[in-house]
């Protein structure tokens, strides 16, 4: 639903921002030179290097240790949020806001009456992909963080549109 004018317009701009390149190459027999875009990834690197060390973790440790280290890491970046006390409405929305600081687009949304934290974006979605022991992680912090159990209905890591996370009643 974008002319072609705009689509240039969003290309360069990414190439700018160092997001995207451009190469122009030769039409093959008769016609005008195009321009061919791919994606850059400056983090590609970084993530490879983070995915060979947690296979390495896994192997000395098991899929259950890299849980455990991971949770860690977790409960850590989670503590300063000081959620005791608050409603589960408001402990979900500064978790959320929390989440959307480090680049996962989270919000609360209600749905017949059932709380959901969904995460529109994953910034470590290739790392998730192979090495699972991340959502898992994840998904226990939450819980421990909100004092609240969660069931994780959908996941990116797996094609889903979001991470969603519906909130458990309290029985």
């Known amino acids: 639903g ?39 990834d400056p983090e590609a690197p970084y993530a490879a290097l983070c995915g060979d060390v947690l296979k390495g973790l896994e192997a000395a440790l098991g899929r259950e240790g890299v849980v455990r280290v991971l949770l860690e890491r977790n409960r850590a970046l989670l503590a300063p949020l000081g959620l005791e006390g608050l409603p589960v409405r408001a402990r979900l929305e500064r978790l959320a806001a929390f989440l959307r600081e480090r680049g996962y687009e989270a919000e609360v949304v209600e749905e017949e009456g059932a709380l959901y934290l969904c995460q529109r974006r994953c910034p470590k979605l290739a790392l998730s992909k192979e090495h699972e022991a991340l959502c898992e992680s994840e998904l226990l912090a939450y819980e421990e963080a909100l004092g609240l159990p969660l069931a994780r209905e959908e996941r990116i890591a797996e094609g889903g549109r979001c991470c969603r996370y519906r909130v458990k009643p309290v029985s």
């Not at 317009?9 to 451009?22: D, M, N, P």
């Not at 016609?31 to 061919?36: A, F, I, M, N, Q």
């Open 2 to 40: 974008v002319c072609g004018a705009a689509a240039q317009k969003r290309l360069q701009h990414l190439e700018v921002r160092g997001l995207a390149a451009s190469e122009v190459r030769k039409c093959p027999g008769r016609g005008r030179p195009y321009r061919v875009w791919r994606a850059l």
